[in-house]
Structures are given as C-alpha cells and as structure tokens.
C-alpha cells in the first residue's frame, strides 16, 4: 500500500485564505489583528523562524511588529517589554522566540505574558485550559497536527493514538488534545521500554522526539495514520523528519511530509490563534 500524503503546504493556503477572510472582516470594523514576535540574541534557526512567522502575517492581513534585541538584554529589561506589550491594545498576540539566552529564566518570561494574547499556548494557564477542557490557546504545533486529522476527517474516537515524545510544547498537549476527541492515548519517550510494541497497536502516531528514523516501516500497522513532527537534518543536510519516509509510506494509510507537512502548519496555528486572540479582544 500507498500511503495518502496529508499535505500540510495546500491545507496551510486554505486555512490562511480563511484568516485572511476573517481578518478583513475585523479590519473592516476598525482592528488590526496584531501580533509582536520578540526575538532575542542571533540564533540562526530563531531568526529564519521569525522571519518565516512576520511574513505569514503580512500575507494573511495581520499586523506584525518585530523586537530585536541583542543577546546581553537583561531578563528585567525583556520583562518590561512583555508587560509594555500587554498593555499594547494594536497588540494582540505575543510571542517571545524560544531558547533565550542562558541568562534569562525562559519560563518566567513566558508567565509574564498576559494568558490573553499567548497565542504560542504555553503558558501554565494555556496549558491549564486545555487539561481541564476550557477554552484557551493551543500551541500551535500540536494544534496544527488536530487540523491536520480534521482534514482527512478523521474520527478518533475508539482509536487508539500513540504520541512519541512528552515536551511541554509538542508531546503532552498533543496527548491531551487527542484525548479530548475520544482516542486512547499512550505517551512514548526515551524510558518507554518496547517502543515498537507500543507503536505497532497504534491507529496514528505522532512523532515528536528529533532524531531521524526514530519510526520505521516494521514499527508501523498496516493503514495507520503517521503525523511527523520531528526536524532534522540528514548527512547532506537536507531537512527530514522523526520518520522513515520512504519505508513508512509503503505500510501507513496517511502520511505527513517533511518538509511540507506539520512546519507550515504551525505557523497557520499561529495566526488563527493571533486572530482569535482580536477576535475575542
Ligand atoms: P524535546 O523537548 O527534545 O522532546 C523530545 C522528546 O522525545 C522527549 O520527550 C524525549 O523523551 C523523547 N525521546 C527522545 N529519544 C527518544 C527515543 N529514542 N524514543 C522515544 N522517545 C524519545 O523536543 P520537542 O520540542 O518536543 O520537539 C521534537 C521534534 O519536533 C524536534 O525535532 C523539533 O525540532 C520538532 N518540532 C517541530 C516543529 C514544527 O513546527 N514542525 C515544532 C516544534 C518542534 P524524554 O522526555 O524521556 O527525554
């Protein structure tokens, strides 16, 4: 069998035409949706993902404002940004470009923004609202993952989903949002003892750990649905996901791509979040 390809490039042009859509209607009664994209320090990767995230808002009609700062900012100093921000009403989504800098307390900068423009999700009180099922912002990458099922109409309930990987970011709210539709959940990680054994009951497998062909064909059920969301480079240094691509297309019913699957999406996740966050403002 061939796997379908869940193409994350044409399913990111229709929901961003959409944002666009919604956009203008907001523009049209007088507000911008907003976002500021704080970046801090000269991390390559951070300045491309930035870059990639104020022009996706430009394309979509979204008002993006761009805070450089060098790497010896002070955490005092990036706090006040945040909290000037917050009270910023063209303003209406906030996100601070991860890693920072070793000097500043990452999770105290992410606490500091206000739980009503974080639109990457991943304040305590973000991942609060989705543990308890209230509503909240989603980060971006699981959620794009959800929209990616969506689009296959995919029914989760009575199946069973194993999610590879347990960070704060991707793995954790990823299980908890396929909980939320109904499948059974098992979470993987470098302490799961028979990963294959887990793998091979699953009806979808997400993959978020960041090492190549963590998922091969052998570790796959006939027709599961494969979401790949792992970044990697192979030895020519040509960008590949957690999964064995060409092996596990053979075997799965649908498979994501990388590049062009769950990347673009979470960018799309980010604007849907920045223009919900005006939306409700
Ligand atoms: P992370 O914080 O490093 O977490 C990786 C997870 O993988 C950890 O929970 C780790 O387990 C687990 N793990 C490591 N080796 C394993 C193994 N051999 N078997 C099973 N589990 C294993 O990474 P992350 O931030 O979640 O990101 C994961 C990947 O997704 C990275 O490649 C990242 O670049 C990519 N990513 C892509 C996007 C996108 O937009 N496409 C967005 C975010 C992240 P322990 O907890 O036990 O250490």
Redo the contacts with the bound molecule.
């Keep these: 069998m061939t796997a379908q390809l869940i193409d994350g490039n044409a399913l990111s042009k229709q929901l961003r035409a959409e944002v666009a859509v919604r956009a203008s209607a907001l523009r049209a009664r007088g507000i911008t949706p907003g976002l500021a994209v704080v970046l801090v320090g000269e991390n390559p990767a951070s300045q491309v993902y930035v870059r990639n995230k104020v022009k996706a808002c430009e394309d979509s009609g979204l008002h993006s404002v761009l805070e450089k700062y060098d790497a010896s900012l002070s955490e005092a100093d990036l706090l006040a940004r945040v909290e000037a921000l917050n009270n910023d009403p063209s303003i209406h989504g906030i996100l601070v470009q991860l890693p920072l800098p070793a000097h500043i307390d990452a999770h105290k900068v992410i606490e500091a923004i206000s739980p009503a423009k974080d639109v990457d999700g991943f304040h305590v009180a973000s991942a609060g609202a989705l543990m308890v099922g209230q509503p909240g912002f989603w980060p971006?990458?699981p959620y794009?993952c959800m929209k990616m099922l969506e689009s296959i109409h995919y029914d989760l309930k009575g199946k069973h989903a194993v999610v590879?990987?347990?960070?704060?970011?991707?793995?954790k709210p990823m299980a908890l949002m396929l909980l939320q539709k109904n499948a059974t959940v098992t979470i993987?990680?470098?302490?799961?003892a028979n990963?294959k054994a887990m793998t091979l009951q699953a009806d979808v497998i997400v993959?978020?750990?960041?090492?190549r062909n963590?998922l091969t064909a052998d570790m796959v059920k006939p027709g599961a649905v494969v979401i790949d969301?792992?970044?990697?480079r192979n030895e020519a240094g040509k960008l590949c996901?957690?999964v064995d691509f060409d092996g596990v297309k053979e075997v799965a019913g649908y498979i994501t791509p990388?590049p062009g699957?769950?990347?673009p999406?979470?960018?799309t996740m980010l604007l849907v979040n920045t223009l919900e966050a005006a939306e409700r403002a």
């Design positions: 971006c990458t794009g590879i990987g347990r960070s704060n970011i991707v793995g993987c990680h470098s302490g799961t990963l993959a978020a750990v960041g090492k963590v969301v792992g970044m990697n996901g957690d990388v699957g769950v990347g999406m979470t960018i």
